[in-house]
């Protein structure tokens, strides 16, 4: 079986979340590209947030998603399995890291600012970390050689398992957006690279209108 077909037959455990789980979860493991224990708990927590807020997965720009982890964390991936379940996703700028090395996501509406914070319980999290497959992740094993069999069950575990057994849920509350720039529509063309570029994003340099690698500036 290839890795496509092996993660195809995996998403279909993602059933027993109701409809088109596991089509979504199929898509994930495809762009994540290998088992592991965070993602699917990003999933998992991004799911149950849509639910307590009673919206569907995110089609355009009209949620947020704060995630807890952060960089240099073993559980950085759960920010993909976020993305995923909410729709939340980075090319959409939809999603932000926290950095807080947390694991936990508060998902925002943004026209009203309703929001919801869903966290892994500790129980659950001091599991994953006594399991087998990060043991291997720790001694420095990348996910794809670690033996499947010490995350295949865990995995669809966490897939499977009610919300409640693996999930806190805060209250819903309204978030404070702080007002941020209108995106740019825009588009210039570099006097120095030749390059198109978002008007925003230019700089002006010696009288000429530049990228911000042709400027030499500071991002
Ligand atoms: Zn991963
Ligand atoms: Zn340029």
């Known amino acids: 079986m290839n890795r496509f077909e092996f993660f195809k037959e995996i998403a279909k455990n993602a059933k027993v979340l109701g409809e088109e789980w596991d089509k979504i979860l199929e898509a994930a493991l495809i762009m994540h590209g290998h088992l592991c224990g965070a993602m699917p708990l990003g999933f998992r927590t991004g799911r149950l947030a849509l639910r307590v807020l009673d919206v569907e997965r995110e089609p355009n720009m009209d949620m947020m998603a704060f995630v807890e982890t952060g960089i240099y964390h073993a559980a950085a991936c759960f920010a993909d ?28 509406i ?82 120095i690279c030749g390059e198109m570029v978002a008007e925003n994003k230019m700089r002006v340099k010696e009288g000429k209108k530049v990228c911000l690698p042709c400027s030499g500036y500071e991002v």
């Not at 499947?148 to 849920?169: A, G």
């Open 110 to 191: 943004k026209k009203d600012g309703r929001a919801v914070r869903v966290s892994v319980k500790p129980e659950i999290i001091q599991a994953v970390f006594k399991g087998k497959f990060l043991a291997e992740r720790k001694k420095g094993v990348p996910p794809t050689e670690v033996p499947q069999e010490y995350i295949l069950q865990p995995f669809i575990n966490t897939i499977t398992r009610p919300d409640e057994e693996l999930l806190d849920v805060s209250e819903i509350f309204t978030y404070e957006f702080k007002p941020t720039p209108k995106p740019s529509f825009e588009v210039l063309t570099c006097e």
């Open 81 to 108: 399995g976020v993305q995923f379940s909410t729709g939340c996703t980075y090319g959409k700028d939809l999603i932000k890291k926290l950095d807080y090395g947390k694991w936990a996501v508060t998902i925002v």
